[in-house]
C-alpha cells in the first residue's frame, strides 16, 4: 500500500557503469523528485519534475540525467557513475500548491566502486 | 538564498524528558517552514508545517514546532519523549510552494535512552 515506491533498494555498480534508478508513485501527484542524501549534507535535490514529460533542474543535477515517463514514474539515470555518486537516493511527490509537504520512498542506496 | 541551520547534530535525553531541537533559517520573504523525521532505514515523514497565522503549529505524536519571526527560528518541541521518538529530523524551508522546491537543513540525531 505504500504509495512512493523505489526500486532497486541497494545497487552496486562501477566507474563508468550505467544505472537506472527508478520510482513510483500512487499519490495522483503532481511535483516528483530525486534526492541524495550524503551524511553531512541533509537532502540535496537533484532534479524534479511538475507533471509528464517535464523536468526542472534541482540544485546538484551535474552527472545525472531524469526523465518523467508517466504522472506515476519518474526515473534517475547515471550515464557514467563515478564514486562521488556513491549515496543514498529518494525519491519523493507533493501535490502543486502543497509542496512543503512531501512523501518520500524507502530510498535507494547506490555504491560506485 | 535560502538556508537553514541546525545547530545540534546529536540531542540525547531520556525517556520522558522534554526535548527542543533547533532550527534557523535565513531568508527575507515569506516562507513555508516544515519539519520532517527519518527514522532508520526509512525515508522522510512530513511532521508539521507554517506558513502564516498562530505561530505555534501541531503535529502528529505530540510535537510541536513555534515559529518567530525576531528570531528567525522554527524549534520543534516534544513535552515527553518516547524512545520511539529516537530518529533523525530535518528542518525544510520553502519560499514559494508552487516550484516545489524545499531546502533541508542537515538534520539533527535524536537519541532517546531508557
Known amino acids: 500500500e505504500a504509495a512512493v515506491t523505489q526500486s532497486p533498494r541497494n545497487k552496486v555498480t562501477v566507474t563508468g557503469g550505467n544505472v537506472t534508478l527508478s520510482c513510483r508513485q500512487t499519490n495522483s501527484h503532481n511535483y516528483m523528485y530525486w534526492y541524495r542524501q550524503d551524511t553531512g549534507h541533509g537532502l540535496r535535490l537533484i532534479h524534479y519534475s511538475y507533471g509528464a514529460g517535464n523536468l526542472q533542474i534541482g540544485d546538484v543535477p551535474d552527472g545525472y540525467k531524469a526523465t518523467r515517463t508517466t504522472q506515476e514514474d519518474f526515473f534517475l539515470l547515471l550515464e557514467l557513475a563515478s564514486p562521488s555518486q556513491t549515496s543514498l537516493y529518494f525519491c519523493a511527490s507533493s501535490r502543486q500548491f502543497l509542496s512543503y509537504e512531501q512523501y518520500f520512498g524507502p530510498g535507494t542506496r547506490l555504491t560506485v566502486l | ?114
Do not use: M
Open chain 2, 1 to 114: 538564498t535560502q538556508t537553514v541551520s541546525q545547530s545540534d547534530a546529536h540531542v540525547t535525553v531520556f525517556e520522558g524528558d522534554s526535548v527542543e531541537l533547533r532550527c534557523n533559517y535565513s531568508y527575507g520573504g515569506s516562507i513555508y517552514l516544515s519539519w520532517y523525521i527519518q527514522h532508520h532505514g526509512h525515508g522522510l515523514q512530513f511532521l508539521l508545517k507554517y506558513y502564516s497565522g498562530n505561530p505555534v503549529v501541531q503535529g502528529v505524536n505530540g510535537f510541536e514546532a513555534e515559529f518567530s519571526k525576531s528570531d528567525s527560528s522554527f524549534h520543534l518541541r516534544k513535552a515527553s519523549v518516547h524512545w520511539s521518538d529516537s530518529a533523525v529530523y530535518f528542518c525544510a524551508v520553502s519560499h514559494n510552494t508552487n516550484t516545489g522546491k524545499l531546502t533541508f537543513g542537515d538534520g539533527t540525531v535524536l537519541t532517546v535512552k531508557p
